[in-house]
């Protein structure tokens, strides 16, 4: 049985050997058949719309693919491509593509289209159509494509008779054509080459360009211009240059330019370093205009230029260089050495060293084109003046020597008619020599008639002297430059050491200011009798960075000293800025008139104190940082004409604040805010405003407490005048607002936000108010003030606010009749502020007493000034139990019959008064004295001019009339009351008799 079951094993086992080679061959030959129908599949219809699809899905546009055709030997070809933008503002049309994918490379897993060409291929641009660019959102950003990647897919790419053709939003158009070009890509350490060929322009004015250019990029850097070599060969053959109109706005460059153009120009570069140039550029009526050129604009009927350059070690040969125009003129041959070190061995090598060249400019024909550039004043002319120079070597005693000179003459123009010109002609000499192992400068001198500077040495020890009069300069330059707002007088001298040595320059010495005067033009002025500056500064060139290794400044200020700083000279420096300052025993007293100059302080505010910071100022990635862990200022005094001034025997404060200038705007984000006096502390103090995409937002949150007998000192310009207020309460602030930057009126109008505070006691025109606490909402601009209530002079005060900061004139209205006022008791204080304007009988009185109340229905306050003519009030106002000391115009009325104001109690009976356009107006105020009733009706203007009609108590009859029995008296005799309520116009006399007389017909009638 054993033998059995082994036998029939090794069968089974020989059959499965036997299956393993068809199997083996069946997958071979299910590979061949899938390798030989995959080009069958991607040439398929289906494939051919998937691709078409998947293009127009991933751009929004509309693409169109008439055949293509995949083969393992042929390639990749493409037939009758289009795609069209969805608005229709870009377009491209391809009669034919043509690859060659590597099967190697792509076997290997890396896509490489080998040779490629591109046929007829057509792009049309309309910029007329093209929608508005949406803005970028935080975050996005396109995906990038390392260099390798790109050359391994694009190598080699050959374009055929291309034609692109853009319009701009003018509609003028500019045709490029015949555009036959070649790129060859290789990886770095490799040669890779490019040559384009094309026609600009159609017609007559068709022009021809040709470029070509071969770059061997080093392979341990990459693709880099540093470590790079190559030339570059570029012909422009009669360019129209106004046809580049389109493209220039196309690529978002605002110049416009007119006239023709046509340059050679060969360049070779070495280890990414220019090699040699030559250069042969001829234009006629060129005219280029623009934003770019801030609005100037610049001008020639003939421009040439030919050049001739080649680089040897750290010098530059010029062979040739000629530049002309209508309006100046460069010529100039020889070596040109780049570091100091170079001119050391050019001047020391021997005696045939030589640079010679020449330049001169008419002034007149170069500043009336570019005002703006060299900031002329506006409506000046230049009618005169001459710049030219010049550089030539000379051998003195067996010594190579460099002698430059530049002379400015003549310069003169006019401003609204009125000549000016030059006193004297400024002046410019340097002369240049070396020995053996440095570069001397024998002399180097400017003159003019408000400076003069002066240096002489060798170029690791250049001492130098200089001295400006500031009121010369602004005389003498300010008649044709814009120097700033402000006159000028002092004088300015400084003396010091320059030390040039390798990429680095060294610069120590002291500056002296004396009896400096700035004066603005509202008669406003700073003076500084002696300010005293030493310095010691390093310029490192190959970083481009300053180094700040001290500055101290000592003036009847007090001192600033900066140490050890570091301050980035451009974008591309890899310093980060680092500045370390510190303020010493500043005074003030002496500050506040630089902060009346330029920071808009109001004259009249008197500041006092002994100010001390560390301040110390980052560079962050396009923005400044400035923090304060350590300013504190000594028997700080804040005081206003009028005001009792604000004093605190010490004030210290912490900040962080980032500033990020970006273009126009500035973005300020105060990360830290920390205040602490006696009398006001801020314990938490944020702001944040950032600008993005022509829209602000600002943010905040202020936390803190203050005793407002001290806050209303300092904040005597904010709250209403007279306004006193005592208590130390808490302070919660939180806002937040997003507006369009061009409208900052729209910050309120879109505001968020809450504050919280209160006082214990106020005192305003007379009201005695008690304590008070207050919660503010704002929402979208629209405030509440919440309901409150309080004591007013033993009364009670009640309130609630509404305002809608969207409005143009910004009112607080009440949201609901309320009853305002109950109880309050009179003064003669309020009677002076506020009730004169309710009757003239309460002005001008030495004394008062009794009960006021008033019941309101609509109450509408200004919030902004010149808006007083908006102010409404209406509602129903009386008193009782008034006793008057001493009232002009009621002792007048009483005095007609015989009667004394002394003892006479005063009741106001309920009256319906309203203030509109600035004027207080009711029909009747009944106000009996005891018991003889005195009416009032008419006009009160807040300017005092009155417009009433006073009705007496006494009756055309003779009779007196009693307000507990008033119908019976019968009609009463009316005045009419004028002038203001200072001096009030009642001609009692005169009226009563006419009154009298009425009366008597009436009776006898």
């Not at 040595?501 to 010495?509: F, N």
């Not at 400044?624 to 504190?632: H, L």
């Not at 309460?842 to 309101?856: E, K, L, Q, R, Y």
């Not at 009232?887 to 004394?900: F, P, R, V």
């Amino acid at each position: 049985m054993a033998t059995q079951d082994g036998g029939r094993q090794d069968a089974a086992r020989r059959k499965r050997t036997r299956k393993w080679p068809w199997v083996l061959i069946g997958g071979i030959l299910l590979i061949v058949v899938l390798f030989a129908l995959a080009p069958v599949v991607l040439s398929s219809d289906g494939f051919r719309r998937m691709i078409q699809t998947k293009i127009s899905q991933s751009t929004g546009g509309t693409a169109d693919i008439g055949r293509l055709s995949v083969g393992w030997w042929k390639g990749v070809q493409v037939s009758d491509f289009r795609f069209r933008e969805p608005t229709g503002w870009a377009a491209v049309s391809i009669a034919g593509i043509d690859a060659q994918p590597r099967l190697g490379a792509l076997l290997g897993g890396t896509l490489s289209l080998g040779r490629t060409v591109i046929d007829r291929p057509t792009i049309e641009i309309d910029l007329r159509k093209r929608p508005a660019s949406a803005p970028a959102q935080p975050g996005d950003s396109a995906s990038s494509v390392s260099p390798a990647a790109g050359l391994a897919i694009l190598s080699d790419i050959a374009v055929n008779d291309g034609s692109i053709r853009v319009t701009d939003t003018t509609g003028k158009a500019v045709q490029i054509a015949q555009l036959n070009s070649t790129l060859n890509l290789r990886l770095p350490g490799q040669t890779s080459r490019f040559e384009a060929k094309m026609v600009v322009g159609e017609g007559e004015e068709a022009a021809t360009v040709h470029a070509a250019a071969t770059v061997t990029p080093a392979k341990a850097r990459g693709w880099t211009f540093k470590g790079t070599s190559g030339d570059v060969v570029v012909e422009v053959n009669d360019l129209k240059l106004d046809s580049l109109a389109p493209i220039f706005e196309l690529a978002g460059i605002e110049l416009q330019a007119r006239g023709r153009l046509s340059a050679n120009i060969t360049t070779a570069v070495q280890d990414g370093e220019l090699a040699t140039l030559t250069a042969a550029v001829a234009g006629r009526d060129v005219d280029i205009s623009g934003a770019l050129l801030k609005g100037d604009r610049v001008q020639t009927s003939q421009l040439t230029v030919d050049a001739k350059l080649m680089r040897q070690d750290q010098t530059i040969r010029v062979e040739q260089l000629n530049a002309h125009t209508d309006w100046a003129n460069v010529t100039a041959a020889g070596t040109v050495p780049l570091t100091a070190t170079s001119l050391t061995d050019l001047l020391g090598s021997d005696s045939t060293y030589s640079l010679k060249g020449n330049f001169d400019c008419n002034l007149p024909a170069l500043l009336s084109q570019m005002p703006n550039t060299f900031g002329l004043k506006e409506g000046m002319q230049i009618t005169g003046g001459k710049a030219e120079g010049s550089i030539d070597t000379a051998t003195v005693t067996g010594r190579a020597t460099v002698v430059a000179q530049t002379t400015v003459t003549g310069l003169a123009g006019t401003v609204d008619g009125k000549p000016l010109a030059l006193s004297e002609p400024v002046v410019a000499n340097l002369r240049l020599s070396a020995d053996d192992s440095s570069v001397r400068l024998d002399a180097m001198d400017l003159t003019a008639a408000f400076a003069k500077v002066t240096a002489t040495g060798d170029f690791n020890d250049i001492a130098y002297d200089g001295r400006i009069d500031l009121a010369g300069l602004q005389s003498e330059l300010g008649q044709f430059a814009d120097l700033g707002p402000y006159q000028m007088a002092g004088q300015v001298t400084s003396k010091g050491k320059v030390a040039i040595r390798d990429e680095h320059i060294g610069i120590t010495g002291t500056a002296f200011v004396r009896q400096m005067v700035l004066t603005a033009a509202d008669g406003n002025s700073v003076s500084e009798p002696a300010a005293d500056i030493a310095f010691a500064l390093d310029v490192d060139s190959t970083n481009q960075a300053l180094a700040v290794h001290h500055l101290d400044a000592q003036g009847s200020f007090g001192a600033i000293a900066v140490q050890n700083a570091a301050i980035p000279l451009d974008e591309s420096s890899p310093v980060p800025m680092r500045v370390d300052l510190s303020a010493r025993n500043l005074d003030l007293e002496k500050i506040a008139p630089y902060a009346v100059l330029f920071a808009s302080l109001p004259a009249s505010t008197r500041l006092e104190g002994i100010g001390e910071s560390t301040l110390t100022v980052t560079g962050e990635q396009g923005a400044y940082r400035i923090r304060t862990d350590d300013t504190r200022i000594q028997n700080f005094v804040l005081a206003t004409p009028g005001e009792e001034p604000f004093s605190q025997k010490q004030i210290t404060t912490t900040f962080d604040v980032v500033i990020a200038p970006e273009d126009e705007n500035v973005n300020v984000n105060v990360e830290t805010f920390v205040l602490n006096s006696p009398q006001i502390t801020i314990q938490k103090g944020q702001i944040k405003r950032t600008v993005q995409d022509r829209r602000v937002q600002v943010e905040g949150t202020i936390e803190g407490e203050c005793d407002w007998a001290a806050v209303g000192q300092i904040a005597s310009g904010v709250v209403p005048e007279g306004l006193e207020m005592s208590g130390r309460r808490a302070i919660s602030l939180n806002f937040t607002s997003a507006y369009p930057a061009d409208d900052p009126n729209a910050l309120m109008a879109n505001l968020d936000g809450s504050a919280r505070t209160g006082f214990d006691s106020a005192y305003y025109k007379g009201l005695n108010i008690g304590s008070t606490d207050v919660q503010v909402r704002i929402e979208k601009g629209f405030m509440t003030i919440e309901p409150f209530s309080t004591t007013v002079n033993n009364g009670q005060l009640n309130f609630a606010g509404q305002a809608d900061f969207k409005e143009k004139d910004r009112l607080l209205r009440t949201p609901e009749p309320l009853m305002l006022a109950r109880g309050i008791e009179l003064n003669r204080e309020m009677t002076g502020a506020l009730l004169q304007y309710v009757n003239p009988l309460f002005a001008n009185v030495t004394g008062i007493s009794g009960i006021a109340h008033f019941d309101c229905r609509t109450l509408a306050i200004p919030l902004a000034e010149g808006l007083e003519r908006k102010a409404e009030v209406s509602g129903t106002f009386s008193a009782d139990k008034v006793l008057l000391e001493a009232s002009g115009l009621l002792e007048e009325i009483l005095k007609a019959t015989g009667q004394s104001l002394r003892g006479q109690r005063l009741t106001v009976r309920p009256t319906n008064i309203v203030l509109r356009d600035g004027i207080v107006r009711y029909d009747n105020m009944q106000i009996d004295v005891e018991n003889s009733p005195i009416n009032f009706a008419g006009a009160i203007g807040l300017d005092g001019r009155l417009d009433m009609t006073v009705t007496l108590p006494w009756t055309l009859k003779g009779r007196t009339a009693r307000a507990d029995r008033e119908d019976k008296a019968g009609p009463r005799i009316a005045v009419p009351l004028t002038g203001t309520i200072s001096q009030p116009k009642l001609d009692l006399g005169r009226l009563l008799q006419e009154q009298l007389f009425r009366g008597l017909g009436d009776l006898f009638g």
